[in-house]
C-alpha cells in the first residue's frame, strides 16, 4: 500500500469563473483516500430543502484496489481531471447534498469490538477487505429515484452504497 499524502486545506481563492464558481471564498481540503491517492473536496453550500417531503440518504463511495491502482497509475494531468470531475460532481449537485466527508486512509482506522468481557481495540479496518467506503455524501432528495440519479453520475469510486437516514 502506498505511504498516504498529508492533507491541504484552506480557502479557495481564484477568481469566480468556470464550474467551480459556487466554491470561491469556500473551505477545501485535499486529503488521501484509503490506499494513499488524494483527492479534492469542496465543502458544498449550507442548504434546507424547501421540498417539505424530501428524504435524507447516505451515499458511501466504495473505493476497490483495482481502482486504486488505475488512480495511482495515472499521470498527474489525467489525476487532476480525475479529481476533476469529483469537484464537478459536488458542484452540480450541491443544492442537494447536506454535507460530505472523506475518510483518511483505511490503515488509520481503529476497531472496538464489543462482546462478551472486556471490549477489545485493534489497530486498522473491521474487516480485511479489497473495497472500503472511503466517504459519504448526505443528499436530500423526493425520493431513492432521486438518490439513484445522483449516484449513477459519481464519477469516481466504482460503488455507491445509498442508505436512507434513519
Known sequence: MPEARPIVSGIRSTPATGPFDAFRGRPYATVAGPYGNGIGLYAPPTTTSSRENDVRYVMMFVETEEFAQKLEAMGE????????????????????????????????????????????VTDGP????????????????????????????????PVVEIRPVA
Not at 460532481?89 to 472496538?112: G, K, M, N, Q, S
Not at 479489497?130 to 464519477?155: H, M, N, T
Open 126 to 157: 473491521f474487516v480485511e477487505g479489497k473495497e472500503v467506503v472511503s466517504g459519504f455524501a448526505e443528499v436530500e432528495v423526493a425520493d431513492l429515484d432521486e438518490a439513484l440519479k445522483i449516484a449513477r453520475s459519481w464519477p469516481a469510486c
Open 77 to 120: 494531468l489525467e489525476q487532476q481531471a480525475a479529481y476533476a470531475a469529483v469537484t464537478r460532481w459536488f458542484a452540480d449537485h450541491a443544492d442537494r447534498i447536506t454535507h460530505h466527508t472523506h475518510l483518511a486512509p483505511v490503515h488509520t482506522a481503529t476497531t472496538v469490538r464489543l462482546g462478551q468481557g472486556e471490549p477489545v
